[in-house]
């Protein structure tokens, strides 16, 4: 059997053991509105906080919560085709029409 996994690449002097892209779900206590359906809620990081996410120097409480931030709930929409699973695809995640 042929082994086709990709080499570690660099990025950022930090070697990457693949190029396949990975997903995690973060959560965190329920907030506002959220508390009424559940007591967790997805927290989205914003770009500039992945790299301080994935620093495992980064230990330190404060430290950390002034390096990763999340994205405001208010900021993140999606239409409401999320909800069938017969829907795919990119457009999802457009930006909802006012």
């Keep these: 059997m042929a082994n086709n996994a990709t080499p570690p690449q660099k990025r950022n002097g930090t ?5 396949r892209s990975c997903n995690t779900i973060i959560t965190a ?11 967790r809620m997805l927290l989205v990081l914003d ?3 992945l ?6 120097d980064l ?4 430290a950390f919560r002034a390096a990763v931030h999340h994205l405001k709930a208010e900021d993140l929409t ?4 999320v909800n069938r699973s017969d829907q795919e695809g990119a457009s999802l995640l457009e930006p909802l029409a006012t």
Excluded at 29 to 39: F, Q
Excluded at 51 to 56: D, I, R, S
């Design 15 to 19: 070697q990457r053991l693949s190029s």
């Design 29 to 39: 206590l329920a907030r506002c509105i959220a508390k009424n359906i559940h007591d």
């Design 47 to 49: 770009d500039a906080s």
């Design 51 to 56: 790299e301080a996410w994935l620093n495992p």
């Design 59 to 62: 230990v330190e409480r404060d």
């Design 78 to 81: 999606a239409s409401t085709r």
